[in-house]
């Protein structure tokens, strides 16, 4: 009897259960997902230069663990909500608490259960997915990588099923201790705000006096350690949370009171519908805008070491690829490059002892090196080569040079006269070329490069000379770190998604009969449109900027590790942007298809 | 003065149940007036149709056939935006459960008919207050609907929506969720309302003593008008007591 109340109400509300349940899925997916990474230690020390990334990841584990658990917290009292009702008849028709309890219990572990399970199914899916995806996208070798990994399965169980387990005895103690009516009627407390002008200002200071401390322990990390992270993270959150609950709260009084303002249209409505429970949407706005920030932050600093690679790349060389005398097959391969936005090809000859450049050839079209300058602490400049300053400077930096002399290896290069460079022997062709995009050609590139290297045994004195050897070096060390960012980005952002559609939906059902009350009065169904465009619209607005905020103070943690870390910031906010703004109108409709009633004379 | 009646009601029917499936009639061929000033009532028992009809006259569902006009104006021709509109002009509705938003105050819930047809702030102001007055609300204006009592809850609902001085004003078993007392100083304000202040009102209701207030009795049976009391001049006793009769004939 008791199992078939439990899932009797499972089978009713089936709609109301499936925002939940996917919510849920979500959720551990993304669990796994991340868990297959981070536990999968071997993977994390090959593909990752750094040989903290292991903690790092230890660490972005509890940070996912703390949200998971917050999460799971809210969506479990928005099973509470829906249920309440029901158990509260249950209640009035007889049943004891202790049998309630175990409906409860029975109910939320049911649940817990089935969504971990569906969940950790699609996290393999999605683990492999997405990660064939981005090794194909970032040539990286991701060795060790696997998308069924047995740590990860046993650590989402027992997480979950020990957070379900937590949560079903609390929704117990909770349910238990509430009056019947308050059960029965809960949606009906209006929430009076009632805010002393001094706690108010006291929420502002302190919010913006933790956010400082966070933000100044992120930009002084190198010298304040590895608690800063920590410290920055505990007062972030408080931070936000206090600026949320102070300013969220008068912007709204401060709108209302502004009668030519709120006594337009749906305005006065809107407004207190923001009010109205007014401390949920404070506490879920912190843990949107901390998730936005870290799902920004993941996906900035992923994309900042994708930049990192051609720039790091880019130190040694600056052609993207130079070719000695190539062979039929190595010419066809040239065909294949795309975007290519300077190509040369100059004859070289050679004695014994030197390799020679003529100076006509030189001039006409000067070569250029990057050469690293004792005098300037070691910074990097590029020279411009013609026949005046050749010789002087490819005797003093002859390292850089092995990139021109093809299959020389040992010798030196020297600019000389025409007349003298018309009489030597052994000449070769020296091609450079520079393209729009490395990465595009790296398939092309690696292959001219492989082929070279078969046809020429004694090619390049030094593995760097090209460009090509530098880059994949890099690459298979950074990539690690992209792949990280990416992941943890994308995990992030279907987190924040869920959250903040589970909030908005489950208020929903409650706003059901209001938004039926204002079309029976004559608001025009345009009009509760636009109100919940805006409504919902602050909702998303307020967390993703106060996100990109934090985002752009946090990049300060990456000083240290990355080259420029404010560099290309357009494309990581773009796209959060776009992915965002696609959630908002995504939630937008659900939000207007629950509430907008088509037949207005349908009891509600 | 228009004397043409407030609402008129010709040959309307309502059936249930799309093409093809079963038909379920709801409203056989229903006709009446409602004329300027007029206080009508309509009876019935549960499943009678009185709901389906109240629902067609206030716009809030649509005929299978025949025609509703309210002052002249044929509602079931009206779509979009000029439905809602007339809606929020041309019609008062009170309901059994009040329907007002909780998370307003009195004032605002009063004001919304007017600020979703963008009258200015000042205007709002004054004629909240003005009808806040006639319904004796002044002091609750400010508090929020769980904050008051069922009978002020009625008032403030009664209040919104008179705001824009509707044509009609329709009531859906008004005194349904009230006590005895409140039920009673509800239906003397809609009495005063209809004698003193000129509100058409229909009222739907299977009360006797809210039905008593009319001055016309309608009673429907099986989607059709079965029998019709005039008030008249007989005192409100009398007039309860042949409602009481009325309907224990009328229910066999």
Request: negative net charge; proline residues 8%; hydrophobic residues 30%.
């Given at each position: 009897m008791l199992s078939k109340l439990a899932l009797g109400g499972l089978k009713n509300r089936f709609r109301d259960y499936a925002v939940l349940f996917s919510g849920l899925v979500i959720a551990s997916a993304v669990f796994y997902m991340f868990m297959a990474l981070a536990t999968n230690t071997s993977f994390l020390k090959q593909n990752?230069?750094?040989?903290?990334t292991p903690f790092i990841f230890g660490f972005g584990a509890v940070l996912l663990a703390i949200i998971t658990f917050v999460y799971i917290v809210y969506a479990n009292s928005f099973l509470l909500s829906m249920r309440q009702r029901d158990y509260a008849m249950f209640m009035m028709l007889g049943a004891k608490g202790r049998k309630i309890g175990q409906l409860i219990f029975l109910e939320t572990v049911a649940i817990g259960l089935f969504a971990t399970f569906a969940g950790v199914l699609i996290g393999l899916v999605g683990t492999d997915f997405i990660g064939k995806w981005l090794i194909h996208a970032l040539h990286?070798?991701?060795?060790?990588?696997?998308?069924?990994w047995m740590p990860a399965i046993l650590w989402t169980f027992g997480f979950f099923v020990v957070l379900f387990i937590l949560s079903a005895i609390y929704n117990t103690a909770k349910l238990l201790k509430m009056p019947m009516m308050r059960l029965l009627r809960?949606?009906?407390?209006?929430?009076?705000?009632k805010q002393k002008k001094g706690i108010f200002a006291l929420q502002v200071v302190l919010g913006l006096i933790l956010l400082a401390v966070g933000y100044y322990c992120m930009a002084n990390a190198l010298h304040i350690g590895l608690k800063a992270i920590p410290t920055a993270l505990v007062t972030i959150v408080m931070g936000t949370y206090f600026l949320f609950n102070a300013v969220f709260v008068g912007l709204i009084a401060l709108l209302k009171r502004d009668r030519s303002f709120a006594s337009k249209q749906l305005h006065t409505f809107t407004l207190s519908q923001l009010s109205f429970r007014i401390r949920d949407y404070t506490r879920i706005l912190s843990v949107v805008s901390i998730l936005v920030a870290l799902a920004l932050g993941a996906i900035t600093v992923g994309l900042g070491f994708t930049h990192d690679i051609p720039v790091l790349a880019s130190q040694y060389t600056v052609y993207d690829l130079t070719v000695a005398s190539p062979n039929a097959q190595t010419q066809a391969e040239m065909k294949?490059?795309?975007?290519?936005t300077e190509k040369q090809q100059y004859t070289i000859k050679s004695d014994d002892k030197m390799v020679y450049i003529s100076q006509r050839a030189l001039d006409a079209h000067p070569l250029k090196v990057q050469i690293r300058d004792q005098s300037m602490k070691g910074k990097l400049r590029t020279v411009t080569l013609t026949s005046r300053n050749f010789n002087q400077i490819a005797s003093k930096y002859?390292?850089?040079?092995?990139?021109?002399?093809?299959?020389?290896?040992?010798k030196q290069i020297r600019v000389t006269d025409n007349a003298t460079f018309a009489k030597l022997g052994n000449a070769e062709t020296l091609t450079t070329f520079r393209v729009k995009n490395f990465n595009q050609n790296y398939d092309t590139i690696e292959k001219i490069v492989t082929l070279q290297q078969k046809q020429y045994?004694?090619?390049?004195?030094?593995?760097?000379?090209?460009k090509f050897v530098s880059y994949s070096i890099l690459n298979g060390m950074y990539s690690g770190l992209t792949f990280m960012g990416f992941f943890l980005g994308l995990s992030f952002l279907a987190m924040l998604a869920s959250t903040l559609m589970f909030k908005i939906l489950s208020g929903a059902n409650y706003d059901k009969r209001r938004y039926l009350m204002l079309q029976k009065i004559g608001a025009r169904p345009q009009v509760l449109r636009r109100s919940i465009r805006q409504e919902i619209g602050v909702l998303f607005l307020l967390p993703g900027v106060v996100g990109m905020i934090h985002v752009l103070f946090g990049l300060q943690l990456f000083k240290m590790i990355l080259?420029?870390?404010?560099?290309?910031l357009i494309v990581p906010f773009g796209v959060f942007i776009a992915l965002y703004g696609l959630y908002y109108l995504m939630t937008t409709w659900m939000y207007q298809n629950i509430v907008i009633n088509k037949d207005l004379a349908a009891k509600s | 003065m228009n004397r043409q009646p407030v609402v008129t009601v010709e040959n309307v029917t309502k059936t249930y149940g799309k093409r093809g499936e079963k038909q379920t009639p709801a409203l056989k061929g229903v006709s009446f007036q409602v004329e300027p000033g007029e206080f009508v009532g309509i009876m019935g028992a549960s499943g009678s149709g009185k709901t389906t009809l109240l629902n067609i006259l206030s716009t809030l569902d649509r005929p299978t056939a025949g025609a509703v006009r309210i002052k002249g104006e044929d509602v079931t021709k009206l779509k979009g935006n000029a439905l809602s509109d007339f809606r929020a002009k041309k019609i008062g509705f009170i309901f059994q459960d009040f329907?007002?938003?909780?998370?307003?105050t009195g004032r605002e819930n009063i004001a919304l008919p007017l600020a979703l047809q963008n009258v200015s702030a000042k205007k709002q102001q004054a004629a909240v207050d003005q009808i806040a007055a006639t319904l004796g609300i002044n002091a609750v204006l400010?508090?929020?609907?769980?904050?008051?009592s069922g009978g002020q809850k009625q008032r403030v609902a009664a209040a919104r929506a008179l705001v824009q001085q509707p044509d009609i004003l329709f009531g859906d078993?008004?005194?349904?969720?009230?006590d005895s007392k409140a039920a009673r100083e509800l239906l003397d304000t809609m009495d005063d309302l209809n004698k003193n202040h000129g509100v058409s009102i229909l009222l739907v209701t299977h009360d006797p003593f809210s039905a008593s207030y009319a001055s016309r009795i309608l009673f429907i049976k099986d989607g059709q008008i079965g029998s019709e009391l005039v008030h008249g001049d007989k005192s409100q006793e009398a007039f309860y007591q042949e409602i009481l009769e009325t309907l224990g004939t009328f229910q066999k």
């Open positions: 990752s230069p750094i040989s903290y990286a070798k991701a060795t060790g990588f696997s998308a069924f809960q949606a009906q407390t209006p929430n009076r705000v294949k490059l795309q975007g290519v002859y390292g850089a040079f092995g990139i021109f002399i093809g299959n020389n290896r040992g045994p004694k090619l390049w004195g030094n593995d760097t000379d090209q080259q420029a870390p404010y560099d290309n | 329907n007002l938003l909780e998370n307003l400010d508090h929020y609907p769980t904050e008051l078993e008004p005194t349904g969720a009230l």
